[in-house]
């Protein structure tokens, strides 16, 4: 005979009958609202059962109690957050639908000390008084630019808005026609301009613009601001010519314009040294005469998304002043991640350390030797590759590599099954056939890429 607790009749228990035989160990550490929420799912579930059978009986008490334990799982793994790594495979060092760059150990440490701790981040030390909002990353940026002052904002968009709102409210802001650029996102330099308040002046045409036509809104005092931007995710070839940055700042200055130079991904790096074409640093744009130069904190620097602002002090002061500025500003941890990735720069650590970099940096022949160990276990072929940037960084820059490629099951099926995966490894298609690139993946991730691949493929089957 069953139990009175437990009776096997057809009416589910009530809500708080069965939220008091929720086992402790599930309740215990969640508010009430939260088990009660999901003690009425469960009683919901167990309404609608019955309604569709006559035949059907209530279940036990204990079951639909386990049942509320399970949901509140489910609901702890729904809500937090969704995010799961994923293997890339793609050969696209800077992946911008997989989150871009991959942190530096350095950079994850360090935010997870600032997530789990208070942090002094605008009281001073030494006089327990309020200070200047944690200076790390914005001196280790002066360090490393030559720079009189830095700032570090939430992306590389928000610190070209703020430096173009320098021009001020109706303030005409000189571009070349060449340079008038989308970011990525739908995101254009014409409307971030006009965002800004200012007036934009074009000069120059899409293939030529040379110092000279910029002489004319500037002697007239049209133009309060220069802004030079780097095309980032494209290159233009053929009959082009782009104004020397030495002469269009000398320009400026006499006509008393600023120059804000948007690097775009910036480096920190002279990547010639890697074998690369050479990327402008902002160092040598403040050296040939820009004010303010812009950049981002992830893409070729390798550390997480943040805007990287160097240059005038003056400039800067009055950027940081614009009631903007607090909007655009990063969190405790950002800016304790982007410290610590800068840090590895002035050390000298940045290719050994920085994700990016090490990649880069791996030779041809681990990476050959790595594809024939996972080709061997999977059935596939080691071939060679070819992996790029992308990002917005580097356009048309490629570095030789080698993956495995994968054939006999439809590519289109063998991809889905492996973005489905776990862990998701997602890889590209060419020719038929589905192509793993190796240097966009790290070494240790091996063993896991293997299992997934041999998952997918007896799916495939």
Same mark, same amino acid.
């Given at each position: 005979m069953p139990r009175p607790s437990e009776s096997s009749s057809r009416r589910p228990p009530s809500v708080d009958r069965l939220v008091a035989a929720v086992p402790d160990e599930a309740a215990a550490a969640r508010d009430r609202g939260a088990v009660v929420a999901a003690a009425r799912e469960v009683v919901a579930v167990e309404r609608r059962r019955l309604a569709a059978s006559l035949r059907a009986e209530a279940r036990q008490l204990s079951e639909l109690a386990s049942d509320v334990a399970a949901a509140l799982d489910a609901h702890d793994e729904a809500w937090s957050g969704g995010a799961i790594g994923v293997i890339n495979a793609t050969g696209v060092l800077i992946h911008t639908n997989l989150g871009r760059t991959t942190w530096p150990q350095a950079a994850i440490e360090a935010a997870r000390a600032a997530a789990e701790s208070p942090l002094l981040l605008e009281l001073d030390a030494e006089t327990g008084k309020r200070g200047r909002r944690y200076r790390a990353a914005e001196d280790a940026l002066i360090e490393l630019t030559g720079a009189e002052d830095a700032l570090v904002t939430n992306n590389n968009a928000a610190a070209v808005a703020l430096a173009v709102g320098l021009a001020g409210r109706g303030g005409g802001v000189?571009?070349?026609? &060449?340079?008038?650029?989308?970011?990525?996102?739908?995101?254009?330099?014409?409307?971030?301009? %006009?965002?800004a308040g200012a007036r934009l002046i074009e000069v120059g045409t899409t293939n030529r613009t040379r110092a000279a036509d910029f002489q004319e809104p500037l002697a007239e005092g049209r133009a309060k601001l220069v802004l030079r931007v780097h095309r980032s995710n494209f290159r233009q070839d053929g009959f082009v010519e782009d104004p020397d940055l030495e002469v269009v700042a000398d320009l400026a200055h006499r006509h008393g314009a600023v120059v804000v130079d948007d690097l775009g991904s910036g480096a920190l790096l002279d990547t010639a040294h890697l074998g690369l074409p050479h990327e402008p640093q902002p160092a040598e744009r403040l050296a040939a005469g820009a004010d303010l130069v812009t950049f981002s904190g992830d893409k070729l620097v390798g550390g997480p998304q943040a805007g990287l602002m160097v240059g005038r002090a003056d400039l800067v002061a009055r950027v940081r002043r614009d009631?903007?500025?607090?909007?655009?500003?990063?969190?405790?941890? #950002?800016?304790? @991640? $982007?410290?610590? #990735?800068?840090?590895?720069?002035?050390? &000298? %650590?940045? #290719?050994?350390? $920085?994700? !990016?970099?090490?990649?880069?940096?791996?030779? !041809?022949?681990?990476?050959? *030797? %790595? @594809?024939?160990?996972? *080709?061997?276990?999977?059935? &596939? #072929?080691?071939?060679?590759?070819? @992996?790029?940037?992308?990002? &917005?960084?580097?356009?048309?820059? $490629?570095?030789?590599?080698?993956? $495995?490629?994968?054939?006999?099951?439809?590519?289109?099926?063998? @991809?889905?099954?492996? %973005?489905?995966?776990?862990?998701?490894v997602v890889g590209r298609i060419d020719r038929d056939r589905l192509i793993l690139d190796l240097r966009t993946v790290e070494p240790d991730r091996d063993e896991a890429l293997v299992a997934a691949i041999q998952r997918a493929l007896d799916q495939a089957r």
């Amino acid at each position: 005979m069953p139990r009175p607790s437990e009776s096997s009749s057809r009416r589910p228990p009530s809500v708080d009958r069965l939220v008091a035989a929720v086992p402790d160990e599930a309740a215990a550490a969640r508010d009430r609202g939260a088990v009660v929420a999901a003690a009425r799912e469960v009683v919901a579930v167990e309404r609608r059962r019955l309604a569709a059978s006559l035949r059907a009986e209530a279940r036990q008490l204990s079951e639909l109690a386990s049942d509320v334990a399970a949901a509140l799982d489910a609901h702890d793994e729904a809500w937090s957050g969704g995010a799961i790594g994923v293997i890339n495979a793609t050969g696209v060092l800077i992946h911008t639908n997989l989150g871009r760059t991959t942190w530096p150990q350095a950079a994850i440490e360090a935010a997870r000390a600032a997530a789990e701790s208070p942090l002094l981040l605008e009281l001073d030390a030494e006089t327990g008084k309020r200070g200047r909002r944690y200076r790390a990353a914005e001196d280790a940026l002066i360090e490393l630019t030559g720079a009189e002052d830095a700032l570090v904002t939430n992306n590389n968009a928000a610190a070209v808005a703020l430096a173009v709102g320098l021009a001020g409210r109706g303030g005409g802001v000189v571009v070349s026609r &060449g340079e008038l650029v989308e970011i990525g996102g739908g995101v254009r330099i014409p409307e971030i301009i %006009r965002r800004a308040g200012a007036r934009l002046i074009e000069v120059g045409t899409t293939n030529r613009t040379r110092a000279a036509d910029f002489q004319e809104p500037l002697a007239e005092g049209r133009a309060k601001l220069v802004l030079r931007v780097h095309r980032s995710n494209f290159r233009q070839d053929g009959f082009v010519e782009d104004p020397d940055l030495e002469v269009v700042a000398d320009l400026a200055h006499r006509h008393g314009a600023v120059v804000v130079d948007d690097l775009g991904s910036g480096a920190l790096l002279d990547t010639a040294h890697l074998g690369l074409p050479h990327e402008p640093q902002p160092a040598e744009r403040l050296a040939a005469g820009a004010d303010l130069v812009t950049f981002s904190g992830d893409k070729l620097v390798g550390g997480p998304q943040a805007g990287l602002m160097v240059g005038r002090a003056d400039l800067v002061a009055r950027v940081r002043r614009d009631p903007l500025a607090r909007a655009m500003r990063p969190d405790k941890v #950002t800016l304790a @991640a $982007v410290a610590a #990735t800068l840090g590895l720069y002035r050390s &000298g %650590r940045a #290719t050994a350390e $920085v994700p !990016l970099w090490r990649a880069v940096a791996a030779p !041809l022949a681990d990476l050959q *030797a %790595r @594809a024939a160990r996972v *080709a061997a276990a999977v059935g &596939g #072929t080691a071939i060679p590759t070819d @992996a790029t940037f992308g990002g &917005g960084a580097l356009p048309g820059a $490629v570095v030789p590599s080698r993956g $495995v490629a994968l054939t006999g099951r439809k590519p289109d099926a063998l @991809a889905a099954a492996l %973005r489905s995966g776990g862990p998701p490894v997602v890889g590209r298609i060419d020719r038929d056939r589905l192509i793993l690139d190796l240097r966009t993946v790290e070494p240790d991730r091996d063993e896991a890429l293997v299992a997934a691949i041999q998952r997918a493929l007896d799916q495939a089957r």
